[in-house]
């Protein structure tokens, strides 16, 4: 039930995921004419109803995307990488103009503490958060007032979920997993095999055993779970928290921590449990079963994604006018015996994920062409996988 850097990282991905698509548009409000060829003023895209994107937006939207992932800037000549911008930025604006006052509204405190995390977050690296903030010729009200444009277009869409389509997706999950909408809160002390930042061996199995019954023995002795937690945890995300997660869903852990966060009585210091990365020392302190009232927010978010998905495939397309950007190249069909790499390799296929930390919890990283500029990668992605 870790979360390392990479299950840390999820939720701040998840939001920052939909910045990237938005702090473009500061410099699009303003200047009605056309603009010259290759100056901020250059309409590069036209959409419905008097839509419209300048060249000024969509470099902010490069360089933004490039302060919160360098590893993105590769593909910020790819025409692919473009068009897939442009359109993902054509649809936030056009869905955030739909939503109505009282959306907005709602909405809003939901921006201000959306730009806290980011300026937080922005504000941790080095340099600072005006400095990194000057280097992309970005301003502090940029982000406020882009992020709105985000959070108005996902409320938008939250608020056509029908709650037919929210009780339908739930009873779909929980034929799928019947434990789809378990939730738990658990502690546990996890006595890994490998470092879980540079993945070198610490201990043998029979090593990490023998610590892990040391670790059950004290806390049956009435040991405290905190400290011991601190002590003893090779589970960066938990150890500092004494080995806590709480409301954690069960489904996205590992089989072994899965079956053990499920199973064990309440309030007991399990034997040691083994998975991939060790044997864990658990107690499961609460475990229910969200009911659909419970998950309808979550159910909601996850369902106004699939329409926005919808949007794009369906509606976006019919409303686009004109576009300047380059076009990207036809892939041509693969050969019945396609030749290898120059020089007999393999040629590479994306960026290789590093290992990361030790999790029972799977966070799979994207390679940066999956959605580009849509899906950030994890800090640190997790090897684990159910």
Known sequence: MQHNKSGWAKSKWLLLAVLVLVLAVASGCGKKDEGKAGTPEEVIATYKDGGKVTRGEFDKLLSFNRLLYPEYAQFETDPAYQQSMLE???????????????????????????????????????????????????EEKDIEDLLRLSVYSTSYLEKQVTDDEIKAEYEKAKKAD??????????????GLNDPNTNKELRTKE???????????????????????????????????????????????????????LELPLNTISDPVETDYGYHVMKVESRKTETVEDAK?????????????????????GLIETNKLPKPTPTPAPSANP?????????????????????????????????????????SPSPAAK
């Not at 040391?214 to 500092?240: C, H, I, M, R, T």
């Not at 978010?301 to 949007?311: G, P, T």
């Not at 029972?360 to 994890?378: E, I, K, L, M």
């Open 178 to 191: 019947p434990n789809a909408y378990d939730v738990a809160t658990v502690r546990h002390i996890l006595i």
């Open 88 to 138: 993902q930025f054509i649809m936030l604006k056009v869905l955030s103009g739909r939503a109505s006052d009282d959306v907005k509204k709602e909405a809003d405190k939901q921006v201000t503490d959306q730009v806290t995390q980011l300026k937080t977050f922005v504000g941790a690296q080095e340099g600072g958060l005006e400095k990194k903030l000057k280097d992309a010729k970005l």
């Open 207 to 261: 090593e990490a055993l023998k610590r892990a019954k040391e670790v059950q023995q004290k806390l049956k002795n009435g040991g405290d779970f905190d400290a011991l937690a601190k002590e003893y945890s090779d589970d960066p995300g938990s150890k500092d928290k004494g080995g806590k997660y709480e409301n954690a869903k069960v489904g996205q852990w590992v089989a072994g921590f899965k079956k053990a966060a």
């Open 297 to 317: 927010k979550d159910l909601a978010s996850n369902l106004a994604q699939v329409k926005m998905q919808e949007f794009v495939t369906k509606e976006l397309p």
């Open 339 to 379: 030749s290898p790499a120059p020089g007999g390799s393999t040629a590479p296929s994306g960026t290789e994920a590093p290992t990361g930390s030790p999790s029972p919890q799977t966070t799979p990283t994207p390679a940066p062409t999956d959605v580009p500029g849509a899906t950030p990668p994890a800090a």
